[in-house]
């Protein structure tokens, strides 16, 4: 089968990164770029979850009590610095 090279681009940090767990697995880098894109044209998919993280009840919670305390600022409790609210929250 014919071969072709590939050229891509990443930061440099991420490269070595990349580049030691594909030591550790007894890979190279190119064996394991060649495994990820089999994967994907085997399946016509990425074989793993792309996506923006969801946040959980309680983080929207709190954001939307934020939202509520911008409009009503009577609702929270202001502070003049940082030692003072860690005073009253300990």
């Known amino acids: 089968m014919a071969q072709t ?6 930061d440099n940090d991420l490269k070595e990164s990349f ?3 594909c030591n550790e697995m007894g890979l190279t880098m190119t064996s394991a770029i060649n495994v990820f ?7 016509c998919r990425i074989p793993f979850e792309i996506g923006v993280p969801k946040p959980n009840e309680e ?3 709190a954001v939307r009590e934020v939202q509520e305390m911008k409009k009503n600022p009577a609702l929270g409790k202001a ?12």
């Open 19 to 21: 580049e030691h767990l």
């Open 37 to 43: 894109v089999k994967k994907v044209v085997r399946d």
């Open 59 to 61: 983080t929207l919670a």
């Open 79 to 90: 502070y003049s610095d940082v030692d003072s609210m860690m005073k009253e929250l300990s």
């Open 5 to 10: 090279n590939v050229s891509i681009r990443m």
